[in-house]
């Protein structure tokens, strides 16, 4: 075994990614495919919505005029010619002193310029004058009112959606409102994850002797999703050289995670095979923990990323390199999905300069950060325990106590903090 002679900077080994790693290109899905995809170009409405005017509560169409005057002493009386309802509307033109009784929803009638709400009138049955009834109008009401009209939510030729877009339920909607079946979305990168160690048993099984159970391929699973990507996941790898190199070999993907094996030791053989099968662009990377992270390339195109087995580094090498290149992949930005806001320390937090630190921070009760204790590279709970993390930079020796510091929470509000509580 032999260390580590050199590190790459944190900052290099992300400008490397930036200048290797592209978007995969577009492609269409359908409207119930879509959700959480990113929009690969703008999208511009076909059509206006609604694309005629509509009531926007039951009552009755009228001409606005001839309710002028109209109060509770003196009701004006309008002859009821038709009804319109939703999907089925009055062929008829309301004319002068006319009313068509219409619900919510329902087209306007030609000739009517306003809908005159139905608890401010009083409905009457049928007569020898107005053989279908007539309704008392006891408010007067200005034309155009409670009247949707056309294109008032959206104007057609107008661009409802961005480009990069990460579509949510609502914009889903508002595509099928506008007539649009297929979408044209970033294509969504296929990420293999290789699990390797001979002391790994399968997620979820009860810890044996020296043997733990796999922790790493849910988290990386549940990261590449985050990050708009497709997991494949096939089981844990032993450590044996031939079983890696085949299963490194396998084609069938856009990106491959290795966890395990990424160091100098006896049974880490990732960092050669990755070398021999290809290029090995980055292995040992300054920053803290993870630093036996690394990269490299498969046919010059389909990253490769070396994570640690520990726990916590798999998830910071992750998220400091990996999660960058999934991302660009996806269409998606790059920088970290995690909400953040500046919080001042309670405690002096230290660092070595030299590296990049990433270091396991809460929120205390008096609202300011304070590291979490227990932080070690195995220790999984660190990160559960933790509001979220903060990076030192690695020409920094840290952060006395008091100071203002960016924190990247894991959850879109720090565990029993209310917003606006954060120093």
């Given at each position: ?98 009313a068509v009784r219409i619900m919510t929803g329902a087209k306007i009638p030609q000739g009517a310029n306003a809908v005159i709400p139905a608890e401010v009138t009083q409905e009457l049955p049928p007569s ?200 660009k992949m996806a269409g998606l930005p790059i920088e970290l999905p995690y909400p953040r806001a500046m919080v ?80």
């Amino acid at each position: 075994m032999k260390g580590f002679h050199s590190r790459t900077e944190l900052r290099e080994a992300i400008q490397i990614l930036q200048s290797r790693v592209a978007s995969l290109g577009h492609e269409k899905v359908p409207l119930e495919k879509s959700f959480n995809r990113v929009l690969a170009q703008s999208l511009v409405a076909p059509v206006a919505v609604p694309h005629f005017d509509r009531a926007a509560m039951d009552g009755y169409a009228v001409k606005g005029e001839d309710t002028f005057g109209a109060d509770q002493l003196n009701p004006r009386e309008l002859e009821i010619v038709g009804e319109s309802m939703p999907g089925n509307p009055c062929a008829l033109a309301t004319g002068e002193n006319q009313a068509v009784r219409i619900m919510t929803g329902a087209k306007i009638p030609q000739g009517a310029n306003a809908v005159i709400p139905a608890e401010v009138t009083q409905e009457l049955p049928p007569s020898r004058q107005f053989p279908f009834g007539s309704v008392q109008v006891f408010q007067a009401m200005a034309p155009g009112k409670n009247i949707g009209k056309t294109g008032e939510d959206v104007k057609a030729g107008s661009t409802i959606l961005e480009k990069g877009r990460v579509l949510r339920p609502q914009d889903v909607g508002l595509i099928s409102s506008v007539g649009i079946r297929e979408i044209p979305v970033f294509a969504s990168p296929k990420v293999r994850i290789l699990i390797t160690g001979n002391e790994i048993l399968p997620a979820g099984s009860p810890p044996e002797k020296e043997k733990i159970a796999d922790s790493n391929s849910l988290t990386l699973r549940g990261l590449v999703q985050r990050d708009g990507g497709q997991a494949i996941f096939e089981g844990i790898i032993p450590d044996d050289s031939q079983t890696l190199e085949k299963a490194l070999s396998e084609h069938g993907s856009d990106l491959v995670l290795i966890s395990g094996g990424s160091s100098v030791g006896k049974e880490d053989h990732a960092p050669a095979l990755l070398k021999k099968l290809g290029e090995l662009a980055v292995h040992g990377v300054g920053m803290r923990p993870a630093s036996p992270a690394g990269f490299g390339f498969l046919e010059s195109r389909i990253p490769v990323f070396l994570l640690p087995g520990n726990p916590v580094s798999c998830l910071c090498a992750y998220d400091l390199l990996a999660s960058m290149a999934v991302r660009k992949m996806a269409g998606l930005p790059i920088e970290l999905p995690y909400p953040r806001a500046m919080v001042k320390t309670g405690k002096k937090i230290v660092s070595a300069v030299g590296r990049v630190d990433y270091v396991r921070v809460k929120i205390a009760t008096n609202g300011l950060l304070e590291p979490v204790v227990g932080s070690g590279a195995s220790n999984l709970s660190s990160t559960t325990r933790a509001d979220g993390f903060i990076l030192i930079d690695q020409d920094s020796e840290g952060f006395p106590e008091g100071t203002p510091v960016l924190v990247y929470f894991y959850d879109s509000t720090p565990r029993g903090h209310e917003a606006g509580t954060i120093s």
